[in-house]
């Protein structure tokens, strides 16, 4: 089994940045984020292969950039010129290696954006 740990969230005003850490507790194959805002489906936010190939929803494309730290089994979100539709609670997720239809997940952290 594989623990997910998040951090990094919190308030901040419109055009403001946060960065999202979400460490795993063994290599993990492809990592990435959803959201989700009360109401809404999660959304697919992004997500970075074990080489670093990234994709990105259109809504976050050009202000957030997705990286991992492979020694560190963590996957960052850098999330720039914040908007008050950012506001959700972000999930990580990662896949086995082994197992590639297994998925895990961290426990959410909240983004509010607000002024």
């Given at each position: 089994?594989?623990?997910?740990?998040?951090?990094?969230?919190?308030?901040?005003?419109?055009?403001?940045?946060?960065?999202?850490?979400?460490?795993?507790?063994?290599?993990?194959?492809?990592?990435?984020?959803?959201?989700?805002?009360?109401?809404?489906?999660?959304?697919?936010?992004?997500?970075?292969?074990?080489?670093?190939?990234?994709?990105?929803?259109?809504?976050?494309?050009?202000?957030?950039?997705?990286?991992?730290?492979?020694?560190?089994?963590?996957?960052?979100?850098?999330?720039?010129?914040?908007?008050?539709?950012?506001?959700?609670?972000?999930?990580?997720?990662?896949?086995s290696?082994?197992l590639?239809?297994?998925?895990?997940?961290?426990?959410?952290?909240?983004?509010?954006?607000?002024?």
């Amino acid at each position: 089994q594989v623990q997910l740990v998040e951090s990094g969230g919190g308030l901040v005003q419109p055009g403001g940045s946060l960065r999202l850490s979400c460490a795993a507790s063994r290599s993990v194959s492809t990592m990435g984020w959803y959201r989700q805002a009360p109401g809404k489906e999660r959304e697919l936010v992004a997500t970075i292969t074990s080489t670093g190939s990234t994709n990105y929803a259109d809504s976050v494309k050009d202000r957030f950039t997705i990286s991992r730290d492979n020694n560190k089994n963590t996957v960052y979100l850098q999330m720039n010129s914040l908007k008050p539709e950012d506001t959700a609670v972000y999930f990580c997720y990662a896949r086995s290696i082994i197992l590639t239809t297994r998925r895990y997940w961290g426990q959410g952290t909240q983004v509010t954006v607000s002024s």
